[in-house]
Structure formats: structure tokens, C-alpha cells
């Protein structure tokens, strides 16, 4: 059974950082992109940062350019989400997610973890 299960969300303030966790188990992720989303309440899913097998290829929102990082560690199949200067609208919740680098839809999903920001 494929689990995608995201940690380290919770309260900070304005400016302040936070660094989320995916861990994924059930299969091999090996030529899977990773992704990190969010949904923030009465707004649709965004995407938020992706990253290759090979963390060779990232991508970033341009929301969320300069102040957040994804990388990953493949032998631990962990995905991180290093989030700096932290804004109000970046409250959401955010999800991990994977697909097979050759679909372009994701496959597997987590159950989420909150970010609130507070001003």
C-alpha cells in the first residue's frame, strides 16, 4: 500500500520559517517526480514546488520563488519542503503528491498538513 504522509506543519509568524516532511513507502520511487501542493480555504489546489528522481530539475510557483526549497533524499524516500519568510497567504493546506515522470498526472496523494500564518 503506497503512503505519501506530510509532517512539520503548524503556527508561526510572519517572516518565520518551516520545514515539511513527506515520507513515502509502499513501492520504489525511483523515476518519480515528487510535488509539493497547497489549498488554501475557498481556493483551488496550487502547485506549489516540484522535484525530479535526480532532484536534478525543480520547479517553483513564482509565488513562492526565493523563500521556499524542495529536495529530497531518495535513499530514505523523504521529500522536504524548507519554507522561509512565511507570508499570511501562505496559509493553506499542503499536500506531497508523486507521479511517474512520464505521466503528467500524480498518482499518489497525502492526507495533508496545516500551515497557518499568522500576521
Known amino acids: 500500500q503506497v503512503q505519501l504522509v506530510e509532517s512539520g506543519g503548524g503556527l508561526v509568524q510572519t517572516g518565520g520559517s518551516l520545514r515539511l516532511s513527506c515520507a513515502a513507502s509502499?513501492?520504489?520511487?525511483?523515476?518519480?517526480?515528487m510535488g509539493w501542493f497547497r489549498q488554501a480555504p475557498g481556493k483551488g489546489r496550487e502547485r506549489v514546488a516540484t522535484?525530479?528522481?535526480?532532484?536534478?530539475?525543480?520547479y517553483y510557483a513564482d509565488f513562492v520563488k526565493g523563500r521556499f526549497t524542495i529536495s529530497r533524499d531518495n535513499a530514505k524516500n523523504m521529500v522536504y519542503l524548507q519554507m522561509n519568510g512565511l507570508k499570511p497567504e501562505d496559509t493553506a493546506v499542503y499536500y506531497c503528491?508523486?507521479?511517474?515522470?512520464?505521466?503528467?498526472?500524480?498518482?499518489?496523494w497525502g492526507q495533508g498538513t496545516q500551515v497557518t500564518v499568522s500576521s
Open positions: 503528491a508523486a507521479r511517474r515522470e512520464s505521466n503528467s498526472d500524480y498518482d499518489y
Open positions: 509502499g513501492r520504489t520511487f525511483r523515476g518519480y517526480v
Open positions: 522535484i525530479t528522481w535526480s532532484g536534478g530539475t525543480t
